[in-house]
């Protein structure tokens, strides 16, 4: 009963909301990050989008506009990961806040003296555990490339991260699978990466991942979606813990293009 219920109001909002089939049509041709998905995925991409720009407070910044083509690349983006997982993956927060380049965020940390410090460095995006998530336009569009930069991606899988608290570099698995296998593909791919960099040598991902291991987590998860067969070759356990959570496998659907 209360299933029927929630899929009535669904159908309901979408047949109010539902992102239009042109612009739509033009943003799963445009962008290469959605090259190989179905008809089926793309629908359900589009309702996910569609419901997310609902559900969530897409607010710009500083003067910037996002009309409707903006919003809806925006939200296909940041869908994409949730495609099998569902935006109740995204629940307990509501706001992304858009700012229209870099923006200085204000950072108090503790330092290893236990002395208390403040700073401000540009960024491009941001996610803060139970809030927004904080993007920078320039950076968005400069994602647009497949080259496993995708500052949209990278914020929200940080969100995915933090359903569970603290992000740490593990989101909270589905009871198939195993956390020991999870921490031992990430853990291995972590310290083999941190010694590519100390030896000077180019890794499978960019050397942000060797920041920690929730970093290490995101730059990975916008690898998978972007230069899947790279990130297979480069780190297969990783990739295929990856595959198992996100319940897709762009590898294969990037490889049948090819
Ligand atoms: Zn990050």
Known sequence: MLERIRRWRRERILGQVAIDPATWAHLMAELAVFAG????????????????????????????????????????FACLPVLNLGLEAYRG????????????????????????????RPLAGEAWEGGPVVLSWDDVESSLALDGYNVVLHEFCHKLDMSNGEANGMPPLPQHMSREAWTAAFTAAYEALC?????????????YAAESPAEFFAVACESFFERPLALKLGMPAVYEQLRQYFRQDPGWRMGALA
């Open 37 to 76: 998905l179905d008809a089926n995925e793309r629908g359900r991409l589009r309702d996910l989008a569609s419901l997310f720009l609902y559900e969530k407070r897409v607010e710009p910044l500083e003067g910037l506009v996002l009309d409707d083509a903006m919003r809806a690349g925006l939200a296909a």
């Open 195 to 207: 010694r590519d960099i100390d030896a000077g040598q180019e890794g499978v991902l960019d050397v």
């Open 93 to 120: 927060w509501h706001t992304v806040l858009v700012y229209p380049g870099g923006f200085l965020a204000r950072h108090a940390y503790t330092d290893e003296h236990g002395l208390a410090h403040e700073e401000a």
